[in-house]
């Protein structure tokens, strides 16, 4: 995995307005690239700061999907206490789901 790569995109989408019809496009070469290796996703997520775990947190559940990992929940998990002020706990429950 790629990590440069991911970062340049997470820089990227960051930069885009709410709105911009180009979020989609970031968003599905994420779940693609955070989707090849629940080992390298976790290292992967393990490395980011508060705003690159924020903007991820949009395809959370379909990384989770295409994971089907419970080390990649319970990673979220993780990242859910590192940062509470994010409020993922909704998130990664319905990521959970998305497992089942």
Do not use: G
Not at 68 to 81: A, G, V
């Amino acid at each position: 995995m790629d990590f440069i790569e991911i970062k340049n995109l997470l820089k990227e989408r960051s930069l885009l307005h709410m709105n911009d019809p180009s979020i989609e496009k970031y968003r599905e070469k994420l779940i693609n690239l955070l989707s090849i290796s629940a080992r390298d996703t976790i290292e992967f997520l393990e490395s980011c700061n508060k705003d690159e775990v924020l903007l991820i947190s949009e395809v959370f559940e379909e990384i989770a999907y295409n994971l089907q990992s419970n080390d990649y929940i319970n990673c979220l998990k993780i990242i859910d206490m590192k940062y509470p002020d994010l409020n993922l706990t909704n998130i990664i429950e319905i990521a959970k789901e998305y497992m089942e």
